[in-house]
C-alpha cells in the first residue's frame, strides 16, 4: 500500500465549476501538506501550503486538512481553462523528503 | 530572483551508458532534493543535499548517485542506465535550514533510454 493515494483520474469538468481533488494517507507522522500544480513538460509549482488541519484559503483555492481521518483537499472555484493541470498532493514529517500521490488530471472545458 | 535551472532539458542515452544530470538552486538555497517521475510510479523521492552532503535518501539502488559542490549546484549520476530509468529528473531546491520548507522545483530533464 503506498503511504499517499490519490486517484489519477483523468478529472474533466465545464468551466465555472467546483473542482475537488482529495488524498488520504497511512503515516501519521506526516505534518506538512502541500499541493502542487504541474503543467505539461513542466516542473510543479507549489499552490497551497499547510501544517495544521483545517482549512487555508488562497483567492480561489481553498486547502483541506483532516488529521483524524488522514485525508486532505484542494477545491477550485470558478474553475478556468488555465487550471487544466495535473494537480499533486504532496507531504513530509519534516525531514526535506516529500511524498507525493500520484496526481490528479484535471481537464476544465471552456 | 531566478528559479531552479536544470541542464540538460532533454537527453537521449542507450542502456549501459552513465549518465550526469545538473541542478542549480535559487541563490541563497543550500538544499537540492532530486525527484524521479514516471507515469507508472508518479514523482520519488532520490536524495537530498545540504551544504555538500548527503542528508536523506530514498530507496533507489546504487546506481543512482549525487554530489554537491560549494556553491551549492548539484549533479545527480546514473550508471549502467536500465530502460526503466527513462523519466522526468526533477530538482527541488530551498534554504534547508528549517525542518519542513517549500521546496521549489525546477522545469526537469527528460531522459530516454534505449
Known amino acids: 500500500q503506498k503511504e499517499v493515494e490519490q486517484d489519477p483520474g483523468p478529472l474533466s469538468v465545464p468551466e465555472g465549476a467546483i473542482v475537488s481533488l482529495n488524498c488520504t494517507y497511512s503515516?501519521?507522522?506526516?505534518?506538512?501538506f502541500m499541493w502542487y500544480r504541474q503543467y505539461s513538460r513542466k516542473g510543479p509549482e507549489l499552490l497551497m501550503y499547510t501544517y495544521s488541519s483545517g482549512n487555508k484559503e488562497d483567492g480561489r483555492f481553498t486547502a483541506q486538512v483532516d488529521k483524524s481521518s488522514k485525508y486532505i483537499s484542494l477545491f477550485i472555484r470558478d474553475s478556468q481553462p488555465s487550471d487544466s493541470a495535473t494537480y499533486l498532493c504532496a507531504m513530509f514529517s519534516g525531514a526535506q523528503k516529500l511524498v507525493f500521490g500520484q496526481g490528479t488530471r484535471l481537464t476544465i472545458n471552456p | 530572483k531566478a528559479g531552479v535551472t536544470q541542464t540538460p532539458r532533454y537527453l537521449i542515452k542507450t542502456r549501459g551508458q552513465q549518465v550526469t544530470l545538473s541542478c542549480s538552486p535559487i541563490?541563497?538555497?543550500?538544499?537540492v532534493s532530486w525527484y524521479q517521475q514516471t507515469p507508472g510510479q508518479g514523482l520519488q523521492f532520490l536524495f537530498e543535499?545540504?551544504?555538500?552532503?548527503?542528508?536523506n535518501k530514498g530507496n533507489f539502488p546504487g546506481r543512482f548517485s549525487g554530489r554537491q559542490f560549494s556553491n551549492s549546484r548539484s549533479e545527480m549520476n546514473v550508471s549502467t542506465l536500465e530502460l526503466g530509468d527513462s523519466a522526468l529528473y526533477l530538482c527541488a531546491s530551498s534554504s534547508g535550514l528549517a525542518g519542513a520548507e517549500t521546496q521549489y522545483f525546477g522545469p526537469g530533464t527528460r531522459l530516454l533510454v534505449l
Open positions: 503515516n501519521s507522522a506526516f505534518q506538512y
Open positions: 541563490s541563497g538555497h543550500r538544499s
Open positions: 543535499y545540504f551544504s555538500e552532503t548527503q542528508r
